[in-house]
């Protein structure tokens, strides 16, 4: 993958994980449990990366 891909995507991706982090501190978070966030962080942080990842594999084939 040419650089000229990879530096947005990282960009997309590093973008994402900040909204999701910064996210716990909303509303319907204000009385979850730990175990809830957790579970929240772990479910989106991972299909960001995972969807990332595909973009990375086949997405920009040259």
Known sequence: M???HR???LLVGIIC?????LGIFMQPFEDATLIE????EVTVIG???LLLFLMYK???SE
Request: a positive charge.
């Open 2 to 4: 040419p650089t000229k």
């Open 7 to 9: 530096v947005p995507l």
């Open 17 to 21: 994980v900040s909204l999701a982090l």
């Open 37 to 40: 966030i957790l579970g929240y």
């Open 47 to 49: 299909s960001i990366v």
């Open 58 to 60: 086949g997405g920009f």
